[in-house]
């Protein structure tokens, strides 16, 4: 298919075109978009309510000079996936949760919180999820900066 | 009324699974469900950076023993994303009729498990008969029961023989005629009908905001299938139709996944039929820097993968989502107001993965081994059909086993 034609893209950038920095089109059904995190949520809630956006995850990616995150929505009608991408300033990157919008995004979130210490602001349970409860505090195994546990 | 909290875990009552949950219970019902996960977190996504890019196919391959190939092909295709890798035909049919065989042993497995927690375990040994020689075509086109290595970027990497063809075709014929069968029995069985309908629903709603996948959604209505929604592999090659059913209670989970086992047999027969000649892979020099996205249709749900390369051999990062980790927090949706008895089946029904990878043996008390499956088939029906008999009572199902006996 087309991308021209995707209506949830288009329609994206109708919206929201003079509030997005970039909009990529890498292949047939794989666009990437640009946006600072402040619009982010708006976006995300366009996607989800208006085109039946599904959060597939959230990946987030420490590029050193900040935190990635990339909201990857697959619109099943359209054979697309759309993955919102923002960057976060180190060292204590925030973003608003989505948790309001759907529950999905509760584990995704605290997964987010957990490996790589990123904080959602309006999540109603942010609490580790994945690594056991005598894990150190602050301690993120997924920034680049983590070289291990000492072994005392 | 006096508010209890009663553990369930670290183990899963009915899968021997590590998972931890806390209910809170108002007498026998349900009020509150806490989950705690992470028991089994390997790092995985940290490990799979320090492995070049044709090594984490192998690695992948082992997040799950069960849906073991969803992973590594949901894995290449990213990076056939990423790079703009052109898979030829014949290595797009391959990865079909393995992915398809997988949802065939792995629905066989659940149905099975499902009737063992019920009580019903001559629907348990049924089932686990026909699954058996499913693994046996996979350890003829593949060289393994598990962990089939098949996937790798660009294509497979062993070839199929058409030799082999009519033993694939005729366990196929074999899985359809007994679970048409089966399917039967277990939709007219006023027992089963008691034990799931209308117990666990996951509305449609729920199904959506909780971003459920596979059988759970499509047991709400919802068509959700990345086979159609997003075709890899030679999905849009071949006829055939995504299962739904109304109802998002344990019942239509059952259904589906028995509904969906013939849709892939049938899958596998045609794609075996259709076969092209050709090559399996395209040759794979080097992975250039870039992003791509790659997922599959899992017998539990989508399996997504997110691979970023910075154009050295390893990948800079790795995103994996596998789909229990998507359909495990509906239980919040589906466990509360229900019965205690029912809390522990009803977070079965969603099928949450564990590996199987021990067989048994039966042996008696003067040291005799008592011999195969069909013994056990045996031994389990006449407990069964003693156990109704005293009670009165016969169900389609025990009718179903005598027509079979013999």
Same mark, same amino acid.
């Given at each position: 298919?087309?991308?021209?034609?995707?209506?949830?893209?288009?329609?994206?950038?109708?919206?929201?075109?003079?509030?997005?920095?970039?909009?990529?089109?890498?292949?047939?059904?794989?666009?990437?978009?640009?946006?600072?995190?402040?619009?982010?949520?708006?976006?995300?809630?366009?996607?989800?309510?208006?085109?039946?956006?599904?959060?597939a995850t959230v990946t987030g990616v420490d590029t050193r000079d900040g935190i990635e995150l990339l909201y990857h929505f697959l619109h099943p009608q359209e054979h697309l996936f759309i993955t919102l991408k923002t960057r976060l300033d180190k060292p204590s990157p925030e973003i608003e949760s989505l948790a309001s919008l759907f529950p999905a995004a509760i584990w995704i979130e605290r997964e987010l919180y957990d490996?790589?210490?990123?904080?959602?602001?309006?999540?109603?349970?942010?609490?580790?999820?994945?690594?056991?409860?005598?894990?150190?505090?602050?301690?993120?195994?997924?920034?680049?900066?983590?070289?291990?546990?000492?072994?005392? | 009324?006096?508010?209890?909290?009663?553990?369930?875990?670290?183990?899963?009552?009915?899968?021997?699974?590590?998972?931890?949950?806390?209910?809170?219970?108002?007498?026998?019902?349900?009020?509150?469900?806490?989950?705690?996960?992470?028991?089994?977190?390997?790092?995985?996504?940290?490990?799979?950076?320090?492995?070049?890019?044709?090594?984490?196919?192998?690695?992948?391959?082992?997040?799950?023993?069960?849906?073991?190939?969803?992973?590594?092909?949901?894995?290449?295709? $990213?990076? =056939?994303? +990423?790079? /703009?890798?052109?898979?030829?035909?014949?290595? *797009?049919?391959? @990865? !079909?009729?393995?992915?398809?065989?997988?949802?065939?042993?792995?629905?066989?497995?659940?149905?099975?498990?499902?009737?063992?927690?019920?009580g019903y375990d001559t629907l348990f040994n049924w089932v686990w008969k026909y699954r058996e020689p499913v693994l046996d075509v996979f350890e003829n086109l593949c060289g393994n029961r598990n962990h089939y290595g098949m996937m790798k970027v660009g294509g497979v990497r062993r070839d199929f023989s058409k030799d082999d063809f009519p033993f694939v075709h005729q366990v196929m014929d074999q899985t359809i005629a $007994?679970? =048409?069968? +089966?399917? /039967?029995?277990?939709?007219?069985?006023?027992? *089963?009908?008691? @034990? !799931?309908?209308?117990?666990?629903?996951?509305?449609?709603?729920?199904?959506?905001?909780?971003?459920?996948?596979?059988?759970?959604?499509?047991?709400?209505?919802?068509?959700?299938?990345?086979?159609?929604?997003?075709?890899?592999?030679?999905?849009?090659?071949?006829?055939?139709?995504?299962?739904?059913?109304?109802?998002?209670?344990?019942?239509?989970?059952?259904?589906?996944?028995?509904?969906?086992?013939?849709?892939?047999?049938?899958?596998?027969?045609?794609?075996?039929?259709?076969?092209?000649?050709?090559?399996?892979?395209?040759?794979?020099?080097?992975?250039?820097?870039?992003?791509?996205?790659?997922?599959?249709?899992?017998?539990?749900?989508?399996?997504?993968?997110?691979?970023?390369?910075?154009?050295?051999?390893?990948?800079?990062?790795?995103?994996?989502?596998?789909?229990?980790?998507?359909?495990?927090?509906?239980?919040?949706?589906?466990?509360?107001?229900?019965?205690?008895?029912?809390?522990?089946?009803?977070?079965?029904?969603?099928?949450?993965?564990?590996?199987?990878?021990?067989?048994?043996?039966?042996?008696?008390?003067?040291?005799?081994?008592?011999?195969?499956?069909?013994?056990?088939?045996?031994?389990?029906?006449?407990?069964?059909?003693?156990?109704?008999?005293?009670?009165?009572?016969?169900?389609?199902?025990?009718?179903?086993?005598?027509?079979?006996?013999?």
């Amino acid at each position: 298919m087309n991308l021209s034609k995707a209506v949830s893209l288009n329609e994206l950038r109708r919206t929201y075109g003079d509030r997005i920095d970039k909009c990529e089109e890498v292949s047939a059904n794989r666009a990437y978009v640009y946006l600072s995190p402040a619009v982010l949520p708006k976006v995300a809630r366009f996607l989800h309510k208006e085109h039946n956006g599904r959060l597939a995850t959230v990946t987030g990616v420490d590029t050193r000079d900040g935190i990635e995150l990339l909201y990857h929505f697959l619109h099943p009608q359209e054979h697309l996936f759309i993955t919102l991408k923002t960057r976060l300033d180190k060292p204590s990157p925030e973003i608003e949760s989505l948790a309001s919008l759907f529950p999905a995004a509760i584990w995704i979130e605290r997964e987010l919180y957990d490996l790589l210490g990123v904080t959602f602001t309006g999540h109603p349970d942010l609490r580790r999820l994945v690594l056991p409860d005598s894990w150190p505090e602050g301690v993120h195994p997924l920034r680049r900066d983590f070289k291990g546990l000492s072994e005392s | 009324m006096k508010r209890t909290i009663i553990p369930l875990g670290p183990f899963h009552p009915l899968l021997e699974e590590a998972e931890f949950f806390e209910l809170t219970v108002e007498g026998e019902k349900v009020v509150d469900i806490d989950l705690h996960v992470g028991y089994v977190h390997r790092g995985i996504e940290k490990l799979s950076e320090t492995k070049t890019f044709d090594q984490v196919p192998f690695l992948v391959e082992r997040i799950c023993g069960i849906c073991s190939t969803s992973h590594p092909l949901a894995y290449v295709q $990213a990076v =056939e994303d +990423l790079a /703009g890798i052109k898979v030829p035909e014949r290595a *797009l049919y391959i @990865r !079909t009729i393995v992915a398809e065989l997988e949802r065939v042993h792995s629905h066989l497995l659940w149905v099975g498990l499902a009737g063992h927690f019920i009580g019903y375990d001559t629907l348990f040994n049924w089932v686990w008969k026909y699954r058996e020689p499913v693994l046996d075509v996979f350890e003829n086109l593949c060289g393994n029961r598990n962990h089939y290595g098949m996937m790798k970027v660009g294509g497979v990497r062993r070839d199929f023989s058409k030799d082999d063809f009519p033993f694939v075709h005729q366990v196929m014929d074999q899985t359809i005629a $007994a679970t =048409e069968m +089966l399917t /039967g029995a277990v939709m007219d069985d006023p027992v *089963l009908h008691a @034990r !799931t309908k209308g117990v666990g629903v996951l509305t449609k709603e729920d199904a959506i905001g909780y971003a459920t996948l596979g059988p759970v959604v499509r047991a709400s209505g919802i068509p959700d299938d990345i086979r159609t929604d997003d075709p890899y592999a030679a999905y849009d090659r071949v006829d055939w139709k995504v299962v739904t059913y109304e109802g998002g209670d344990v019942f239509a989970k059952a259904a589906v996944r028995l509904l969906e086992l013939v849709e892939s047999a049938k899958i596998v027969k045609t794609c075996m039929d259709r076969l092209p000649d050709g090559p399996i892979a395209t040759e794979v020099r080097s992975i250039p820097a870039g992003e791509g996205i790659g997922h599959a249709e899992a017998p539990r749900g989508e399996v997504f993968h997110y691979v970023r390369s910075n154009g050295k051999n390893t990948p800079e990062r790795h995103k994996i989502r596998a789909p229990s980790y998507v359909n495990i927090p509906s239980f919040k949706a589906t466990c509360i107001g229900e019965d205690i008895a029912d809390a522990a089946l009803i977070s079965a029904a969603v099928d949450p993965c564990y590996c199987c990878a021990e067989r048994m043996a039966v042996v008696a008390s003067n040291g005799d081994r008592l011999g195969k499956g069909d013994d056990l088939v045996r031994m389990s029906r006449e407990k069964s059909r003693r156990l109704k008999d005293e009670l009165g009572q016969r169900t389609p199902l025990d009718k179903l086993g005598d027509s079979l006996k013999g």
